[in-house]
């Protein structure tokens, strides 16, 4: 972890509400379609690849993708990257939603400081830097290399009584994920993986899935860190409650993550604007990160052509935004970890489409002959 606070963000509670909003306006009018010419491009070049046409499947389409999100043929290489994790605690765990304790939460961050957690191991195993981003664990924190302190409340509300937090911490905690994609694209990084921490946060990605995509709750909440049947059916109740009291209107995302989400859901939301902005890709991982796109989608609708899906989550919520994002997830291994595991073991398929479209010879240039018309 070679980045501190100084060199990674700066910090989102410096910024007044009004300057946020200010930032936020700004980060979304960056964010544009992609480039056809080079789709174009990218698309001819694949054609006269020493390789049969669509014999590479998936991989073609993505070189494609990355090449029209960076607006050149080829596409540059997404590397080196980085995986944030953005962590926070949740309101709604006094309601039973987990048997887990809520000091998991902090306990994790320290794991991942240390370099003991299963996306840290990933994470060496495919060259790939790991920060912590403290936006929302309701304990204190000690300051550590690596942890980037950008806390907007101690965890959130409870959501079943109210709002899990105002809009003007739901805007700087956008705002905060926005920052960190910046600095960390301004420190060298091309390539942005979504990691994320808190217990009891498949509840809020429940509720944000059962929003954006107008899916009943009980068809996208999921057993998270793997909960009974009598939790379960508590789980789907307390979604429910929780839109029924807020009923809260998709058209307005930040609405949403203010009555229902988590701070490092709308940090994750902020972190893939950020990365759409400035035309990197940003691969997500599981349902936290799923549902938080859709949040980013309903801010910035091209933020989508940023987004690679790294893998199909278990969580039945994963499933129903993938498929309202229309995006194709790279990898089904049956995970349901979170922190950015997922995310992290597609990082080098992503990088492999890439390389594809630059390295690979064409037929005239390596004296191969092609099919016969």
Do not use: Y
């Amino acid at each position: 972890m070679a980045h501190d606070d100084d060199s990674i963000a700066r910090s989102g509670t410096d910024a007044a509400a009004g300057t946020a909003r200010s930032l936020l306006a700004e980060t979304v009018s960056a964010i544009g379609p992609p480039d056809q010419s080079a789709i174009s491009a990218a698309r001819e070049r694949q054609e006269r690849l020493t390789k049969p046409s669509g014999s590479l499947g998936t991989l073609e389409d993505l070189s494609v993708r990355l090449a029209g999100l960076a607006g050149e043929c080829p596409a540059p290489i997404p590397e080196p990257a980085v995986i944030a994790i953005f962590a926070a605690d949740h309101g709604v765990h006094a309601q039973g939603v987990t048997p887990w304790p809520q000091e998991v939460t902090a306990q994790m961050v320290a794991n991942f400081l240390a370099a003991g957690a299963v996306v840290n191991a990933f994470a060496a195993q495919v060259g790939a830097e790991v920060c912590v981003v403290d936006v929302g664990v309701a304990a204190g924190l000690p300051v550590a290399p690596g942890l980037l302190a950008r806390k907007i409340r101690a965890g959130t509300a409870d959501m079943t009584a109210g709002p899990a937090m105002s809009r003007d911490e739901a805007e700087r905690a956008v705002e905060v994920g926005t920052e960190v994609a910046a600095d960390l694209i301004a420190a060298g990084h091309r390539c942005l993986v979504t990691g994320d921490m808190g217990i009891a946060n498949t509840t809020a990605s429940a509720a944000l899935i059962s929003v954006f995509t107008g899916t009943d709750p009980a068809e996208v909440t999921g057993r998270g860190t793997g909960v009974d049947d009598e939790t379960w059916q508590r789980k789907v109740a307390v979604v429910r409650r929780a839109l029924e009291l807020h009923r809260p209107d998709p058209a307005d995302p930040i609405g949403v993550l203010s009555a229902v989400g988590g701070l490092e859901h709308a940090a994750l939301a902020g972190f893939i604007i950020g990365a759409a902005a400035h035309r990197v890709p940003v691969i997500l991982d599981g349902v936290i990160a799923c549902s938080a796109a859709l949040a980013a989608v309903a801010l910035a609708p091209d933020a989508v052509h940023a987004m690679v899906a790294g893998h199909l989550s278990t969580e039945p919520g994963a499933r129903a935004a993938l498929a309202a994002l229309g995006l194709r997830p790279l990898l089904s291994l049956e995970m349901r970890l979170g922190e950015g595991s997922g995310a992290a073991l597609a990082l080098p398929i992503v990088q492999a489409a890439a390389r594809l479209l630059r390295d690979v010879a064409t037929f005239d240039s390596a004296g191969v002959s092609g099919a016969k018309e």
